[in-house]
């Protein structure tokens, strides 16, 4: 079992910026793919960014490809979204989602229903 506790989300202008965390437990001292997603009122939930904890490779959306980043912290078991050049279409739910059936994310890093864990979710809204 993993547990995932998200935090950071806010309002902010276009342009500005925000970062996400996630807090993860239960399922220390081993690696997985964990990932970030988000929801906007009538979409589907969508990838944003993933990575293999512990330093692996790293996957992100290409509409948020240069702008965002996912990184670590293994100490804090805490996994990271920092999120630049905000824009109003970034605005929509964010979770922190994570897998542990497989020891890197793969090519299904982006499609939600092959993660098992989710967080609650963290609102973000970017006005224009």
């Known amino acids: 079992q993993v547990q995932l506790v998200e935090s950071g989300g806010g309002s902010v202008q276009a342009g500005g910026s925000l970062r996400l965390s996630c807090a993860a437990s239960g399922y220390t001292g081993r690696r997985y793919c964990m990932g970030w997603f988000r929801q906007a009122p009538g979409k589907e939930r969508e990838g944003v960014a993933s990575m293999y904890t512990g330093g692996g490779s790293t996957y992100y959306a290409d509409s948020v490809k240069g702008r965002f980043t996912i990184s670590e912290d293994n100490a804090k078991n805490t996994l990271y979204l920092q999120m630049n050049s905000l824009k109003p279409e970034d605005t929509a739910m964010y979770y922190c989602?994570?897998?542990?059936?497989?020891?890197?994310?793969?090519?299904?890093?982006?499609?939600?229903?092959?993660?098992?864990?989710w967080g609650q979710g963290t609102q973000v809204t970017v006005s224009s």
């Open positions: 989602a994570a897998r542990t059936d497989l020891i890197v994310c793969g090519s299904t890093w982006y499609q939600a229903p092959y993660f098992t864990y």
